[in-house]
C-alpha cells in the first residue's frame, strides 16, 4: 500500500493558513509563518509544504 505525496503550494505571503483543503474532512484551521531563512513551511497535521514563491523562484 503506497501512500499519497503531501501537496506543495507556492505563495505570495509569508503567513497562510491551512484547514487540510477538504471541508468537513480537513482539519482545525492552523496560521503558519514561512521562515526567510528556509522559504518553506509545513502543516503539522497534513504535511502540505507551502513554499514562498521568491525561495521557489530561486531553487529554479
Known sequence: ????APETKTVNSRKVACDGS??????PRVYLLIPEEEGFVECPYCDCKYIYEDAAKAAE
Do not use: F, I, K, R
Request: no cysteine; aromatic share 0%; charged share 20%.
Open 1 to 4: 500500500m503506497s501512500t499519497e
Open 22 to 27: 477538504e471541508g468537513a474532512l480537513g482539519h
